[in-house]
């Protein structure tokens, strides 16, 4: 399943004529071919407010679409420049709720020129389903995505 769509991601960044077109169709590819991914949704810092903007998602509207740097699990990767896999979000104190359906939570990270510029955020329906392969995949998605940026 991810190495098909890792090809298929290839292509719409090979292609990219507009960058948040081809960032909503990652979303969209992501969303409905990973049977655990419910929510998919790219943030991008504001460094002068501290601040992640949400950009194309995937999923439900969310109210979230500003979060100060070290708030919920996004703020928290804003500052630590490194992935977060929570199998379970009830488990976490510094996090925001953006339904009460959403069990599990990942977050990746974007580098442009060694620089953390933003993030994936995949949630979850479903408790614990994320494995390191799903980190590898979404690795290999952010360091495609930051190529465009
Ligand atoms: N749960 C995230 C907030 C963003 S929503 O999942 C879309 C967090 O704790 O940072």
């Known amino acids: 399943m991810f190495e098909k769509l890792k090809s298929e991601i290839t292509v719409l960044i090979e292609n990219s004529k507009e960058v948040n077109q081809t960032l909503t169709s990652i979303c969209d590819a992501l969303k409905s071919k990973i049977p655990h991914y419910d929510w998919v949704g790219f943030y991008f810092k504001n460094d002068k407010k501290r601040e992640l903007i949400l950009g194309p998602y995937a999923g439900k509207p969310t109210d979230h679409s500003t979060i100060p740097f070290g708030k919920g699990i996004c703020g928290q990767v804003a500052v630590s420049n490194k992935n977060f896999v929570v199998p379970d979000v009830q488990a976490q104190d510094n ?55």
């Open 95 to 149: 996090y925001i709720a953006c339904s009460l359906e959403v069990k599990s939570e990942i977050v990746i990270p974007i580098f442009v020129k060694g620089e953390n510029i933003g993030q994936i955020d995949i949630d979850s329906n479903t408790l614990n389903p994320f494995s390191k392969a799903d980190e590898t995949f979404l690795e290999f998605i952010c360091t495609k995505v930051a190529t465009l940026l």
